[in-house]
Structure formats: structure tokens, C-alpha cells
């Protein structure tokens, strides 16, 4: 009974869609990690984001001009990685802030002996625990081109590493996924990657294990043949639990 009330409020909001067919094509054609996709599932990808843009808010900061276009491409990009997951597991929070390009945030550190140390960063993306997404605009409009870097794809991981608390890089795994295999398979990869930077995975991956899933992630998505020749058994990890092959094109 629900599932089909469920079923008909997303087919409402899906006839509804206040954007064409047309547009949604071209700015999927415009997003080259999208190419290996069949038709079928662009379509249910475009269905996704649909639905991804009535639950979520985008708007702008410093001046920033949300266009049509740039809230298509974040919900293109945002919701591959839950394409064959289910827009609940993006739950528990509604509010993308994008900035021009990067911003300075806040940062606080614990030392050894408890001091605590506050400083700045400059980020590109930051995702909050039950809070909003924050994105660079300029490195959205460059996310995307398989370069192996995307700021969308990194920062929504992190939301995905959040369902079960803060991010630590262990999030909640597809059922039959062993937890242990993945623990053990992503310490030695994170330990490895420390020590040994492999080529085409930025090497921010090394700052922690929440930052190592975020960054391999990006690589998975947008140069799947660099991870999987770096960390073959991540690879397959990562595809269990994004349920796609992303080394399949059609």
C-alpha cells in the first residue's frame, strides 16, 4: 500500500518536471562520465535527479548565479552514485550551497595534549554531518570530463559515509557485503596509498580513511581503468557497493 502511494507521488513529481526532456539530454551529453550509460539507464538516471531536485534546495552564495544547467549537472552527477541504490540514501538533509569558486572555512585541530588549534582552508567541497552540501561552482563546471577529479561525486560520497555517523570511510554496506573483507581491503589500500601515491588518484586521498573512499570514488566513477589497475580488490569493492561496473560501457 505505501510503496504504491510512494510510487504515485514520484510519478507525480516526475510529470511535473519543470524542465524539458530536451534540456535534460543536453546536459547529460555535456558530461562525459555519463557516456558509458545505456539509455535505459540515463533514463532512470534523469528520473533520479528529477526527484533529487524536488526533495533538495540549491541556491548560491557570494553572488553566485544558480542557472537551470548547473542544478541539472549537480543532480546528474550527485545521483550516480545512487543510481541503482534509491534516493534515500540521501536522506536526513535538503540544502546544496555553491560558492563561485573556492571559499575559506573554518578549521579546528586537537593537538597531542588536548590544545585545541583553530585556523582556515580553502575548500572546493565540504559535506556536514545533517547538514548541507558545499560546492565550487567553478569546480562543478569542471567535474565531470574524466579527468578523474569531481567535486560533486567526492562531496555526495561523504553524505553516503554520513548515514551511520561521521564520515570515517565505512559506510553502510549493500546487503551480503562482508564488513570485515571491506575494513581489511580498504586499510591496506589506505596504508599502501600513504606511502606508495599511485597515478591518476589525487593524492589528497592520503589526508584520512573518510578522504581515501571520497577520492577513490571520484576515480571509480570517472577513470575506473586507473583504480582498478591501482587496487583491483577496491575496485571490486566499490562496485558491490555502488552496484555498477563502471568499466562496462555501452
Known sequence: MFDKIKE??????????????????????????????????LEQLIDLAILFLHNKSINGAQGFGVTDKIKQSIALQACLPILNLGLEWYKGWTSIIIYPSSYVSKTTSTDEIGIVHEGTQHRSGEAWLRGPVILSGKDVKNSGHLDGHNVVIHEFVHKLDMLNGRANGFPPLQSGMDPTQWTQIMEQGFADFQSNPKPGIDRYGATNPAEFLAVISEVFFERPQDLQQAYPHIYELLADFFKQNTLETY
Open 8 to 41: 504515485w507521488q514520484e510519478q507525480r513529481i516526475l510529470d511535473k518536471n519543470p524542465y524539458s526532456a530536451e534540456s535534460w539530454q543536453q546536459v547529460a551529453k555535456q558530461l562525459r562520465i555519463l557516456d558509458r550509460l545505456s539509455d535505459n539507464e
